[in-house]
């Protein structure tokens, strides 16, 4: 099976169009459909201060929005057709990873647009912060870093809003590598009514587990790269109902009925200490998080692949035609 290793090049950046909806589950807000033709526009908090349509299928924006200190993009990346199919769209929210070199972008540079040649599925790959681990920051200072209510509360109905998607809970799914794979796992539980199918490549799935390393990962990380001292989960006391409403093994009841999905690797480079830490820690954590789904009785695809701490285009690809399964079709 072939991997990708995460790169840190920067590449140019486009993305793209929406239409209507209703937010479903924690946000409970409401779109109204918006014409096919119609070019997406302001709303839900969000003003487009940039923008990049010449693309068919990849369109780019950056907003203004009071959740966060500074003007966060997105991809979307639209089906073959889109533009005179007139059909409405199953969606697929996809998180990238941590780390200086990780953005919006990071699909782009996985080749997304030829993993998803040729299928019916809108895409949208929205910034995530470089450690900002999809949540509600605890403190931050360097101003608003609410990324989970920018991606739950204002992108998600603004997607619904202005392009031709399913709008409703078999119509979206979630997926994300590395911290991208927890924010999925996280938003899948928190806000059940949104999504009928999650995927996590490589991403942890147990907050507590070793003396909750992942928690304390994830403060070093916030407040190294993106809260300048402060963290997600508190320090040195953690926001203990924080975690636990984040902790995917302890949300094991709201993976009901939906899709699960999950990756790691099982063989990390021993000379280097970060995919080791990282993969080490992500396999360990999905093997309990499996565990406690079978004792649930919750069905779930996983896989453990050789290799360490990277995204694997094969695999997803197997995940992006179970995705496209469970979700409503296209039309």
Do not use: C
């Not at 919750?298 to 990277?310: A, F, K, Q, R, S």
């Amino acid at each position: 099976m072939g991997e990708r290793r995460l790169s840190r090049r920067r590449l140019l950046k486009t993305a793209g169009g929406m239409t209507a909806a209703m937010a479903l589950g924690g946000a409970g807000v409401v779109a109204a459909a918006a014409p096919a033709s119609a070019a997406p526009g302001d709303g839900f908090g969000l003003r487009i201060v940039e923008r990049n349509e010449g693309d068919p299928r990849m369109w780019f924006y950056r907003f203004a929005t009071d959740a966060i200190g500074w003007n966060p993009g997105v991809n979307v990346l639209l089906p073959d057709g889109y533009h005179d199919s007139g059909s409405a769209y199953p969606v697929l929210y996809l998180f990238h990873g941590g780390g200086r070199g990780s953005d919006f972008i990071e699909f782009d540079r996985f080749g997304i647009r030829q993993l998803t040649a040729g299928k019916p599925v809108i895409v949208v790959m929205p910034d995530g912060g470089h450690a900002g681990w999809y949540s509600n920051p605890v403190g931050s200072n360097t101003g608003p870093r609410n990324w989970e209510t920018f991606h739950i509360n204002q992108l998600l109905p603004w997607v619904d809003a202005n392009f031709r998607t399913h709008a409703e809970y078999d119509g979206r799914g979630v997926g994300g590598f590395s911290m991208g794979g927890f924010g999925a796992l996280k938003y899948a539980a928190k806000y059940y009514g949104h999504f009928a199918s999650v995927s996590s490549h490589s991403g942890p799935a147990s907050l507590r587990r070793d003396s909750g390393l992942v928690v304390h990962w994830a403060n070093a990380t916030s407040a190294a790269l993106d809260l300048g001292g402060a963290t997600v989960y508190g320090a040195p006391l953690w926001d203990e109902a924080r975690v636990s409403a984040d902790n995917p093994v302890e949300r094991i009841g709201s993976y009901r009925d939906k899709r699960v999905f999950l990756v790691a690797g099982t063989s990390p480079d021993p000379v280097n200490w970060f995919d080791t830490a990282n993969e080490t820690q992500v396999l360990a954590g999905q093997r309990e998080f499996r565990a406690r789904l079978g004792d649930a009785g919750i069905p779930h695809e996983w896989h453990e692949e050789p290799g360490g701490h990277v995204f694997r285009p094969g695999i997803f690809s197997r995940d992006l035609d179970g995705i496209l399964g469970r979700l409503r079709p296209a039309g």
